[in-house]
């Protein structure tokens, strides 16, 4: 029963941590994303860890600070890893989107 209780802890602590960096990374993803295009054109990505990789590399070399990489990674792969389904298709500007 103990080694339950400690486990349900272990894994609850886990999932905790794994949250806050998904929070980080899409901190890290306003602060140092935005400057230069819309969200969309990151939200309409669904990319493998590797591409998603590359295109930060890519946007490093055309100027990008990045702080936090890693937990920026996560977020990235999180949300629009290839494994998520395709983004609904750009709309017209009516806002909604
Ligand atoms: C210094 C300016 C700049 C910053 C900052 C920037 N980008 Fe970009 N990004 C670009 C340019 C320029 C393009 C090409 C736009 C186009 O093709 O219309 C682009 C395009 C993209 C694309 C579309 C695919 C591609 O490679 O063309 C993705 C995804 C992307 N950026 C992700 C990011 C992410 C994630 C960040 C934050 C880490 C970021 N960008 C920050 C300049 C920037």
Redesign the pocket.
Known sequence: MKALILTCLAVAAALAADQATLDRGQK??SR??????SLR??HS?R?SKAAWNK??D???G???K?QDREA?LEY?LANYGDDKPASPPATSRDGSK
């Open positions: 890290e993803e140092s994303c935005m400057p230069c295009h054109l990151i990505q990319l295109e930060l890519k946007m490093t055309w100027g990008t990045i920026l990235l």
